[in-house]
Nanobody
Framework: QVQLVESGGGLVQAGDSLRLSCAAS????????MGWFRRAPGKEREFVGL???????????YYLDSVKGRFTISRDNAKNTVYLQMNNLKPGDTAVYYC?????????????????????WGQGTQVTVSS
């Protein structure tokens, strides 16, 4: 069982930055693929990005096109924490942000981008970007 707790959301102005954190429990955290999703009012949950184990000492990341170059995902395995650094925020980034974890792809080359591919979810943290 893995528990995820997000933090770091808030109200910011367009162009500002925020860093979200997702603290995880679990002994094999380093091999979990960690994803970030968001849900804007009236919309479906949307994939934002992920970080997954490469099978060796490195990690791969993958992002939604609209956040590439603005958002960066990183992880600190010693702290069992994954981060979502969001720069140059736009009003369209306003949403509840969720982190998610899965161990199903630890030894594959897959990049899980669908919500159903993740087994564990945090409670979400609100990000509001004003214009």
């Amino acid at each position: 069982q893995v528990q995820l707790v997000e933090s770091g959301g808030g109200l910011v102005q367009a162009g500002d930055s925020l860093r979200l954190s997702c603290a995880a429990s679990g002994r094999t955290f380093s091999r979990y693929a960690m994803g970030w999703f968001r849900r804007a009012p009236g919309k479906e949950r949307e994939f934002v990005g992920l970080i997954r184990w490469s099978g060796s000492s490195t990690y791969y990341t993958y992002y939604l096109d609209s956040v590439k170059g603005r958002f960066t995902i990183s992880r600190d395995n010693a702290k069992n924490t994954v981060y979502l650094q969001m720069n140059n925020l736009k009003p369209g980034d306003t949403a509840v942000y969720y982190c998610a974890a899965t161990s199903r792809y630890s030894f594959s080359a897959s990049y899980p981008t669908g919500p159903s591919e993740y087994d564990y979810w945090g409670q979400g943290t609100q990000v509001t970007v004003s214009s």
